[in-house]
């Protein structure tokens, strides 16, 4: 079981960063990768980012690739988001989640994943 809890949200100007984390509960979140999702009003559910149990693999979508960073600490069991130069399609709500099944393997499709946070809301104001 793995729980998983975001934070870093809010409200920023285009152009603008915010450093999104993903608290992780379990013990099998070290062998886990990791991913980043995001949902924005009336639209469906994209991939973001994701990242290999040890961080030596990560994966961006083409939309936040040179803006975006994934990071992970498994010490702290957590996973981090950095996003930079922010743009108001970055608006969604984020989510992060668990892929047991990863490891080393990244997946961009969410059915892929197996436990998922509840999501913090990002809001960029042009």
């Known amino acids: 079981q793995v729980q998983l809890v975001e934070s870093g949200g809010g409200l920023v100007q285009a152009g603008g960063s915010l450093r999104l984390s993903c608290a992780a509960s379990?013990?099998?979140?070290?062998?886990?990768?990791m991913g980043w999702f995001r949902q924005a009003p009336g639209k469906e559910r994209e991939f973001v980012a994701a990242?290999?149990?040890?961080?030596?693999?990560?994966y961006y979508a083409d939309s936040v690739k040179g803006r975006f960073t994934i990071s992970r600490d498994n010490a702290k069991n957590t996973v981090y988001l950095q996003m930079n130069s922010l743009k108001p399609e970055d608006t969604a709500v984020y989510y992060c989640?668990?892929?047991?099944?990863?490891?080393?393997?990244?997946?961009?499709?969410?059915?892929?994943?197996?436990?998922w946070g509840q999501g913090t809301q990002v809001t960029v104001s042009s």
């Open positions: 989640a668990a892929d047991l099944g990863g490891g080393v393997f990244l997946r961009v499709t969410g059915s892929a994943y197996d436990y």
């Open positions: 379990g013990r099998t979140f070290g062998m886990s990768a």
């Open positions: 990242i290999s149990w040890s961080a030596s693999n990560a």
